[in-house]
């Protein structure tokens, strides 16, 4: 009788994870315990903006607000514009706040909460919501200072953050719903 060579198995070779497997990674120490909603969606936010625009945990330019009264906006950092060598401290790239909406789970419906929720953002932004939380209110006064003291190179950026990709038409949506606020 001969014997069968046997086969070697390797299991040291790297398999790209699928989306849904890099997802349900990320988000475990989010969903860890049992957190009410409210609870979720901070932690999602919280690890969302450290780890997108990587930033420490306490800093004065990171500004949680979410709740009731939060004019559409969850959370905003602001990510200073590097000085240039020899240029008198002025920044190259200019500042940017990025205002965080998001929407964890079921409190994401699609279209009409990128509507509805930028709407919120854009009225905020004007001085059309009267009924704002302390902290959305101190957000607020420093963003119509920054608008008021910004130059061409200062940006506000909106973000929508979902833990499941948008599909086209919601896609579409964001497109059509464009909005870029003039600063100066």
Not at 47 to 69: E, R
Not at 111 to 131: A, M
Not at 139 to 156: G, I, M, P, Y
Request: proline letters at 3%; aromatic letters at 8%; charged letters at 30%.
């Amino acid at each position: 009788m001969v014997d069968e060579p046997m086969l070697e198995t390797h299991s040291n070779v790297d398999v790209e994870p699928t989306f849904e497997a890099y997802r349900e990674e990320w988000l475990a120490d989010v969903r860890e315990g049992s957190p009410s909603t409210t609870e979720l969606a901070g932690r999602f936010t919280h690890k969302l903006l450290t780890q997108w625009l990587d930033v420490g945990n306490v800093m004065d330019d990171l500004v949680y607000c979410d709740g009731a009264g939060d004019g559409g906006i969850d959370a905003a950092y602001l990510e200073q514009g590097e000085a240039v060598d020899g240029d008198a401290g002025e920044a190259s790239e200019g500042d940017t706040w990025y205002l965080v909406q998001s929407k964890y789970g079921a409190a994401f419906q699609g279209s009409g909460t990128l509507l509805s929720e930028g709407r919120k953002v854009i009225e905020t932004l004007n001085g059309q919501r009267s009924r704002l939380s302390s902290l959305a209110e101190g957000l607020l006064e420093r963003l119509q200072q920054f608008r008021a003291q910004a130059s061409e190179r200062d940006r506000l950026v909106l973000v929508f953050a979902t833990e499941d990709p948008l599909n086209v038409e919601q896609r579409r949506t964001l497109k059509r719903f464009s909005y870029r606020m003039h600063l100066p």
